[in-house]
């Protein structure tokens, strides 16, 4: 492929694809990269220039690109069933995928319903609860409560419980009110305050919410552990646990959207296990399939299933979508779920991120960082940039300064952060790390 080939991509693509979260006159000056292949770690571009893709593709990406494993286990799907609808029929992919999740929920959770991305699992939560408390007889349970600095996906239901401006602001009209409270992030200590005492906090300012309006409340919406799209705002589990007394307490339901953190990015498989608790529905997508296709799904408990459990057609749950339960992005779950299983990832992913955390040491020290935080593989620091306008261009900054360096980067504000393929070897980590250092050493000067 030569370069002017390369360039026809690029501008071919300009021409016809409109690309996502992107203000696309951005690409006058930002460069849009034309991906040939991925390998491991590894995207390339048609020139054949290599990016560690530091980021998993947007958080989906666990075991590489083009894993061998998951590619022969979707060739072989391809030769029995690509899809069948789900309603009125069934398959193999779908019902052992469903087995295998609820047993790793200890069937606390033991039914799931599948849609297609993150954002339509996120709506299936909303309406069930909603749909639950009215088959129950609470029809007014209607509103919902989310935390300062929440995304929860960008469709006009996940939106109203998204509190990222730069997301909902032209769609306000559009969307329905919920409660926004106060977040439990870490950040937020104020001098001589612990992650818990923030948390704790937190939990009271939603105790008064539910105090005052818990008969109107249908659920609370959370992403356990780390708030991502909002900047990788970290909390202590203590949090989760509160928040699972109060639901049951003023009986609101418990919402965890672990869309980005669930598949063991945190340290456990779903974050909720690292505060011991189980929600009223778990929403999972992006690593569930390996990063290799769009499989979203919720998982409930009996109780939520027994509401919709009648001979009146009404008091079912008719969502759908017509790829509900795709038999190839299924068997990409199951072929995802047993790499957990016989490489003893999560066992392994806690060396990688004790490594990880060292191989950054400098940049954690350096007086320019603010806020060095971990989650299990999510690594995230704040850069400090006192310039109004430098701060507002440090993202698209450090975004073409990684890319010279092979890295694919792309902060959220001022905070950069590392989510990568579980797959990442020490070689490439270190890699990372130091390459990291010379992209922060360019934006900042
Ligand atoms: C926590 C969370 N919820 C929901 C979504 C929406 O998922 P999707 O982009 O697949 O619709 C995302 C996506 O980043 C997310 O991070």
């Excluded at 991509?9 to 696309?24: D, E, G, K, N």
């Excluded at 992005?329 to 806690?350: G, P, S």
Aim: hydrophobic share 45%; charged share 20%.
């Amino acid at each position: 492929m030569n370069l002017n080939q390369e360039n026809d991509w690029v501008a071919r693509s300009l021409q016809h694809v409109w690309h996502p979260c992107t203000q696309m006159q951005h690409h006058e000056t930002v460069p849009l990269i034309p991906v040939s292949h991925g390998r491991g770690a590894w995207l390339f571009d048609m020139e054949g220039k290599r990016y560690l893709d530091a980021i998993s593709s947007w958080w989906v990406n666990l075991f590489g690109h083009a894993n061998p494993r998951i590619n022969a286990e979707l060739k072989d799907q391809l030769d029995k069933l690509e899809h069948a609808m789900l309603a009125g029929f069934t398959h193999a992919p779908v019902v052992e995928l469903s087995e295998k999740l609820a047993a790793l929920t200890n069937h606390a959770l033991g039914h799931c319903f599948y849609a297609s991305d993150g954002a339509s699992a996120v709506e299936i939560a909303l309406k069930m609860s909603f749909h639950a408390w009215r088959n129950g007889g609470q029809t007014e349970k209607q509103e919902f409560i989310c935390i300062q600095g929440s995304y929860h996906g960008e469709t006009v239901g996940a939106l109203a419980v998204t509190d990222v401006s730069l997301f909902r602001e032209a769609y306000g009209p559009m969307l329905q009110r919920a409660h926004v409270l106060a977040s439990p992030d870490a950040r937020l200590a104020e001098a001589g305050e612990t992650a818990a005492d923030v948390a704790l906090r937190a939990a009271a300012a939603l105790e008064a919410k539910l105090q005052e309006r818990a008969g109107k409340i249908a659920a609370v919406i959370i992403e356990p552990l780390v708030q991502c799209a909002t900047g990788m705002a970290m909390h202590d589990p203590v949090y989760l646990k509160r928040l699972r007394e109060l639901c049951d307490q003023y009986q609101v339901h418990l919402i965890a959207d672990e869309i980005a953190v669930g598949c063991g990015r945190t340290g456990t498989f779903f974050a909720c296990e690292s505060a011991s608790i189980w929600p009223d529905f778990l929403c999972l997508s992006k690593g569930i399939s390996g990063g290799y296709l769009p499989l979203s799904l919720v998982m409930t408990t009996d109780t939520v299933y027994q509401a919709f459990y009648d001979a009146d057609v009404r008091r079912g749950f008719l969502h759908s979508h017509s790829y509900t339960g795709n038999p190839l992005a299924c068997r990409a779950a199951l072929a995802t779920l047993a790499i957990f299983e016989d490489d003893k990832v999560l066992q392994k992913n806690r060396v990688k991120a004790e490594f990880l955390n060292t191989a950054f040491a400098d940049l954690k020290n350096d007086v320019r960082v603010r806020h060095f935080r971990q989650q299990g593989m999510i690594l995230a620091f704040d850069a400090v940039v006192d310039d109004a306008e430098r701060a507002a261009t440090f993202s698209r900054r450090f975004f073409a300064a990684a890319l010279k360096q092979e890295l694919l980067m792309r902060p959220i504000g001022r905070t950069v952060y590392m989510m990568p393929p579980y797959i990442l070897e020490q070689d490439e980590m270190s890699l990372l790390a130091h390459k990291t250092r010379l992209v922060f050493e360019e934006v900042m000067a």
